[in-house]
């Protein structure tokens, strides 16, 4: 038996050097690009900033140099490795080098601010994003792996998404997978990126399962754009009504949408376009990337939407109810929200309701000033609920009857409307 060829054995090994490589390049980068966080003392994983010197001070020429790298080294795995997990690392790759430039070379106040959060949130931003952008690649390589694999590999990533998604708010850095004051990963990378490419990656491979029904006719055409349509025009209508989404969905944003993913669906479609296994089996991919990708984003940010309601109309009310119980039987607030339980108008405090672990780490919390107070509490994404009570009180018979006449509003007042609010 005649021994390998060289060119047989850098084929066999080239992702995984390549893959490591990339990670190396991002590495190298992180630290040489990021502020030096020294002041506290030297750890391994801070950057130092070491290319500050040497880096091109132009945002678009260092994109350029870094990024062009970056970009050659995914060229070379996708020419040499098709394994999907390897393709979804080095697309990762090259988002993580974007991302450390524009935060290294372009500002680096978060980075400043956020220390080592701020690096962590930026890979797992890049790692989401990637895994987004690389969906049907990993679903046809999980099509073809046997049901306890597709358990075993898919549920915990499943159940880790969801998770992230429901147990983080920029505002109460005590909760559980909360790696930065500002929620980045969660609001840009899920809710939104991560989000619109689910539902691109869905509505196309609708499209493409449509149009491999029968004949490509003039009538057939037409179904498939109409089925490549409704996956990011429901995904859009289903977020504005419910607050899913923490952006306005104007005609701008659909019209984007639409456009996106039309013409993702004819690049596709013009690529599948020989009839047979193969083409069927990379529409079934895209189709199921997109499913896989959206299921555990469009659960998340369900429960999340309902930890909001609960806490701010059920759990908050029965706090304000009880506080005005006991003023008007004392007089005067408690100080301490636990004098309620004490006092008998409330049978325990509750919680804000944010995530798996509520109760845990989250608190409402509660400023008394003797006739007047300030229940406040952290919610999803970069919310933190208020309320005032009513001010009424405080007038006098003729200035009451006046702001009534003016149909103002004198009862208490939440700082946060029903709905989480739309950051933009």
């Not at 597709?150 to 159940?159: D, E």
């Not at 689910?198 to 498939?224: D, I, Q």
């Not at 039309?262 to 990337?289: C, E, Q």
């Not at 509660?366 to 009570?389: D, V």
Request: net charge neutral.
């Amino acid at each position: 038996m005649s021994a390998p060829s060289v060119g047989a054995t850098w084929t066999r090994h080239a992702g995984p050097v390549l893959s490591l490589t990339a990670l190396g390049y991002v590495i190298f980068l992180h630290h040489g690009l990021g502020p030096n966080l020294s002041l506290g003392g030297r750890r391994w994983w801070m950057p130092s900033g070491f290319l500050s010197e040497v880096a091109p001070s132009t945002l678009g020429v260092a994109f350029g140099l870094f990024g062009l790298i970056a970009l050659a080294l995914t060229w070379a795995l996708f020419r040499t490795s098709r394994s999907s997990v390897l393709r979804w690392l080095v697309v990762s790759q090259v988002l993580a080098v974007g991302l450390l430039v524009s935060f290294g070379v372009g500002s680096s106040l978060a980075w400043t601010f956020f220390h080592w959060r701020w690096s962590l949130s930026l890979g797992l931003l890049a790692l989401a994003v990637g895994a987004a952008l690389t969906a049907p690649l990993l679903a046809a390589a999980w099509i073809k792996l046997p049901g306890w694999a597709r358990a075993a590999s898919y549920g915990p990533v499943f159940l880790g998404l969801v998770a992230f998604e429901r147990n983080v708010t920029g505002t109460n850095p005590m909760l559980p997978f909360a790696i930065s004051p500002w929620p980045v990963v969660q609001i840009f990378g899920l809710e939104v990126v991560c989000s619109w490419l689910a539902a691109t990656w869905l509505g196309a491979g609708l499209g493409l399962t449509v149009l491999g029904r029968g004949p490509h006719s003039a009538a057939r055409w037409a179904l498939a754009v109409a089925a490549a349509l409704a996956a990011p025009l429901c995904w859009l209508g289903f977020g504005r009504q419910f607050a899913l989404l923490p952006f306005r969905t104007g005609a701008a944003t659909v019209g984007a949408a639409a456009l996106v993913v039309l013409l993702l669906f004819g690049i596709l479609a013009w690529a599948f376009r020989k009839p047979g296994k193969a083409s069927a089996f990379r529409a079934r991919a895209v189709l199921l990337g997109g499913l896989l990708a959206a299921a555990p984003l469009l659960l998340g940010q369900t429960l999340t939407v309902l930890d909001y309601k609960t806490t701010r109309e059920e759990a908050a009310p029965a706090v304000t109810d009880a506080l005005q119980r006991f003023i008007d039987r004392e007089g005067t607030l408690p100080d301490e929200l636990e004098e309620l339980v004490a006092a008998g108008d409330l049978e325990e405090v509750p919680s804000p309701r944010v995530g798996f672990l509520s109760g845990t780490g989250q608190t409402f919390d509660y400023q008394s000033f003797g006739t007047g107070y300030i229940l406040e509490f952290s919610a999803p994404r970069w919310i933190q609920c208020a309320y005032n009570p009513p001010w009424a009180d405080d007038l006098s018979e003729e200035e009451r009857a006046e702001l009534e006449a003016d149909d103002v509003e004198l009862g208490g007042a939440w700082s946060c409307p029903s709905k989480p609010p739309e950051l933009w």
